[in-house]
């Protein structure tokens, strides 16, 4: 069995070795530079770690992992355009360092090469692969869509929320597992176990994304802390702020969401995060991601893979959690 440091550099050293240097290059090129930027790139390193606790070689896994990596980058290309991003792991998201139109058709291109990695397996592997990705790549973007509309809405249920994240950003997660345990060729019954435990451990890992970018330390976290709030994005803890409020913390919260382009960004920052301190939301955020993580290690208990494997993912998922960034 590997260990977690192997199998991300096993991913990152084939990720290298793509070679994207067809024409016309203003078509590739743009793939190549936010492929390079890296990332933590979690789901890849999942669907190898999921082909090994199967017993099988984990490099026979690396085109379904390269295919997750592309689908991933490439929507966080068009979510970067949507949200007009600036800045993209630190460095010029692909549509202000080219342009919009540029951005849209090489995200595209990355959709298309995704598919085109499943080509290397047997038709029955291919065949299944091909029927998880779609049915994924479908919910990723009715996800967005929620994402969007939850923009406009004055009332959203935490439960919406809960929807919303599941098809956003877990259900990818829980895809690149099954997607390790198709091309180990394990049981069904194996598989739909570990798309659970991903399911449920994405959705934790969201819900800590959101909970680091009112709470976590700017220096390890990569970003500026404090973003959501000011683009008034409507997260777990508003949601549970507002259901635990009394009437004056509620009036307070709804005028600092209510202001955009605010004068003070850090004082706004500073009461919103103050506000979901004094009304028990934060404790609240931090409860729910640990009920989901270990929803997702109940779920491994009963999956038919020896122990060792069985604390991999443990460990995993235990470091996952405890993350700064």
Same mark, same amino acid.
């Given at each position: 069995?590997?260990?977690?440091?192997?199998?991300?550099?096993?991913?990152?050293?084939?990720?290298?070795?793509?070679?994207?240097?067809?024409?016309?290059?203003?078509?590739?090129?743009?793939?190549?530079?936010?492929?390079?930027?890296?990332?933590?790139?979690?789901?890849?390193?999942?669907?190898?770690?999921?082909?090994?606790?199967?017993?099988?070689?984990?490099?026979?896994?690396?085109? !379904?992992?390269?295919?997750?990596?592309?689908?991933?980058?490439?929507?966080?290309?068009?979510?970067?355009?949507? /949200? /007009?991003?600036?800045?993209?792991?630190?460095?010029?998201?692909?549509? =202000?360092?080219?342009?919009?139109?540029?951005?849209?058709?090489?995200?595209?291109?990355?959709?298309?090469?995704?598919?085109?990695?499943? =080509?290397?397996?047997?038709?029955?592997?291919?065949?299944?692969?091909?029927?998880?990705?779609?049915?994924?790549?479908?919910?990723?973007?009715?996800?967005?869509?929620?994402?969007?509309?939850?923009?406009?809405?004055?009332?959203?249920?935490?439960?919406?929320?809960?929807?919303?994240?599941?098809?956003?950003?877990?259900?990818?997660?829980?895809?690149?597992?099954?997607?390790? !345990?198709?091309?180990?060729?394990?049981?069904?019954?194996?598989?739909?176990?570990?798309?659970?435990?991903?399911?449920?451990?994405?959705?934790?890992?969201?819900?800590?994304?959101?909970?680091?970018?009112?709470?976590?330390?700017?220096?390890?976290?990569?970003?500026?802390?404090?973003?959501?709030?000011?683009?008034?994005?409507?997260?777990?803890?508003?949601?549970?702020?507002?259901?635990?409020?009394?009437?004056?913390?509620?009036?307070?919260?709804?005028?600092?969401? !209510?202001?955009?382009?605010?004068?003070?960004?850090?004082?706004?920052?500073?009461?919103?995060?103050?506000?979901?301190? !004094?009304?028990?939301?934060?404790?609240?955020?931090?409860?729910?991601?640990?009920?989901?993580?270990?929803?997702?290690?109940?779920?491994?208990?009963?999956?038919?893979?020896?122990? /060792?494997?069985?604390?991999?993912?443990?460990?995993?998922?235990?470091?996952?959690?405890?993350?700064?960034?």
């Amino acid at each position: 069995m590997q260990s977690i440091a192997k199998y991300k550099s096993l991913i990152a050293d084939y990720l290298n070795s793509i070679s994207l240097e067809g024409t016309p290059k203003e078509l590739y090129t743009p793939i190549s530079y936010i492929l390079s930027l890296g990332g933590k790139q979690i789901r890849p390193v999942l669907t190898l770690m999921a082909a090994d606790v199967f017993d099988t070689d984990p490099k026979k896994a690396i085109y !379904a992992a390269t295919a997750i990596e592309l689908f991933h980058n490439f929507s966080l290309m068009h979510d970067d355009i949507m /949200d /007009d991003a600036p800045l993209r792991r630190g460095k010029q998201t692909v549509h =202000e360092k080219w342009n919009v139109n540029t951005a849209i058709l090489s995200g595209d291109a990355m959709l298309i090469l995704a598919y085109q990695y499943f =080509e290397n397996y047997e038709p029955t592997i291919f065949r299944d692969l091909a029927k998880l990705f779609s049915k994924t790549a479908l919910e990723v973007c009715e996800g967005q869509q929620y994402d969007i509309c939850f923009e406009d809405l004055q009332q959203i249920k935490i439960e919406e929320y809960i929807q919303m994240i599941k098809f956003k950003t877990a259900v990818l997660v829980a895809a690149a597992l099954k997607m390790g !345990a198709i091309v180990a060729q394990t049981t069904e019954e194996n598989g739909n176990k570990l798309y659970d435990f991903g399911l449920n451990l994405g959705i934790a890992f969201q819900l800590l994304d959101d909970h680091l970018d009112a709470f976590g330390d700017e220096a390890t976290f990569g970003k500026r802390i404090g973003g959501d709030i000011l683009e008034n994005k409507k997260t777990f803890l508003f949601l549970k702020a507002l259901e635990l409020a009394d009437e004056q913390q509620k009036e307070k919260l709804l005028a600092h969401y !209510a202001t955009t382009n605010c004068e003070n960004e850090v004082a706004k920052i500073d009461e919103v995060k103050e506000l979901f301190v !004094a009304t028990g939301s934060e404790k609240a955020s931090m409860l729910l991601i640990e009920q989901y993580t270990n929803k997702a290690l109940e779920v491994l208990e009963g999956l038919a893979i020896k122990e /060792d494997k069985k604390e991999l993912l443990r460990v995993f998922s235990k470091e996952l959690m405890n993350r700064k960034v």
